[in-house]
């Protein structure tokens, strides 16, 4: 299993709005998305001058799937609206290793 975590820094102007709205657009891309296999959406409390505003865990079945993602149409929409509402995100794609 491929795992994709990002997170985002979102900028002051309307944040709490911003943040609620592509909260929502990320949770509909799992109905729109077939390769997308699952996705958690999480919004900070912490309000720690190192935290993130909001972070992204999805999982697919392969790399494939993950390439499959990121220029499908509908991600590429919301990809959109994230550019216009943030400052900085962070991306971390890896393998999920079976437990022993």
């Keep these: 299993m491929i795992v994709h975590i990002v997170m985002?820094?979102?900028?002051?102007?309307?944040?709490?709005?911003?943040?609620?709205?592509?909260?929502t657009r990320l949770n509909d891309l799992?109905?729109?998305i077939p390769e997308l296999q699952s996705l958690e959406v999480g919004i900070?409390?912490?309000?720690s001058?190192?935290?993130f505003d909001l972070s992204?865990?999805?999982?697919?079945?392969?790399?494939?799937d993950l390439k499959a993602y990121a220029v499908h149409e509908q991600h590429l929409?919301?990809?959109?609206?994230?550019?216009?509402v943030t400052l900085e995100s962070k991306v971390v794609d890896y393998v999920l290793e079976e437990s022993k």
């Design 56 to 64: 992204l865990y999805a999982t697919f079945i392969s790399k494939e």
């Design 8 to 23: 985002f820094k979102f900028k002051d102007e309307n944040k709490e709005k911003n943040i609620q709205e592509v909260k």
């Design 44 to 47: 900070d409390f912490s309000n």
């Design 30 to 32: 799992v109905s729109l």
């Design 77 to 84: 929409k919301v990809v959109e609206l994230i550019k216009s």
């Design 49 to 51: 001058q190192r935290a």
